[in-house]
């Protein structure tokens, strides 16, 4: 079973500013790996990159790229993940905070 977890963009968002992290959804040392993705009302990408690891996982990591407007202030996203191990799919919801 993966540990799934969400992890912050490296900078504050500004509104206006360029296409910018977001957010980063893991999902780390699943076996098979997780299937991961992100659900948003924004017109953002997911950029998703996959890592085998010596013991025979893999780590999934899914970042949110999108372009800061002050209007979804307060909006969620949401990382969901999907895995055999998991009796449902593990939903995490993450708020976003434009300046």
Known sequence: EPKV???AGPAALLDG???ALVATCIAERGRPAAEVFWEAELY???ERQSQDELNGTTTVRVNYMWKPQSYAQGRMLTCVVRHPTLQ???????KLNVQ
């Open 17 to 19: 500013g360029d296409e």
């Open 44 to 46: 953002g990408r997911s």
């Open 88 to 94: 449902t799919e593990f939903r995490t919801r993450y």
């Open 5 to 7: 977890y969400v992890s």
